[in-house]
């Protein structure tokens, strides 16, 4: 397993990780969305999996149907869905690039799913700005389009689910 388990008892008790992951995390705002110490600590608090790569090389928040989050791209999945894993995010800081360190996060969530009783997980990719890394990733891991969406700030997302067998 490359991805540790990540719970809200260690952000507190080393400042020091929830601050890098703060670091990866808000250096990549843009795909994901900007973060604050209290939410990222409510949403480990409410995930399904939370991992880490060590030094904070990569990080990965997914949910459940039933999480308390609020995300308008999870609430579009809970009213069309009866039961998935939302990956809110994965990000991998720069140096780590091209390790192979989302496919393997990815696998291991996968597999954390499948002994959960879930047969689905699903994320979002940016349209607008566009996220050609991202959606080439996602059709290698093979996600396919379930829908989309435009938001009034003018970002758009594509939503996308991929059947664990």
């Known amino acids: 397993m490359i991805g540790l388990t990540l719970d809200p008892e260690t952000l507190v008790r080393t400042p020091g990780l929830r601050d890098a992951l703060l670091a990866l995390n808000n250096g990549n705002a843009v ?10 600590e409510h949403m480990v608090a409410s995930a399904f999996a939370a991992l880490h790569v060590p030094e904070a090389k990569a990080l990965l928040l997914t949910f459940d149907q039933s999480a308390d989050y609020d995300s ?3 609430l579009w999945f809970r009213e069309r869905l009866e039961r998935f894993v939302y990956i809110d995010r994965i990000i991998v800081g720069e140096q780590a690039r091209g390790l192979g360190l989302a496919r393997q996060l990815y696998e291991q ?22 996220n050609p890394g991202s959606d080439a990733f996602h059709a290698a891991m093979g996600f396919a389009e379930a829908g989309s969406m435009t938001f009034t700030e003018g970002k758009s997302v594509r939503y996308l689910t991929r059947r664990l067998d």
């Not at 795909?31 to 990222?40: G, M």
């Not at 969530?109 to 566009?130: K, Q």
């Open 109 to 130: 969530l996968f597999d954390l799913a499948r002994e959960a009783g879930h047969s689905l997980v699903t994320c979002e990719v940016n349209s607008t700005p566009p």
């Open 31 to 40: 795909e994901t969305s900007w973060l604050e110490p209290a939410r990222i």
């Open 72 to 74: 308008p791209n999870f």
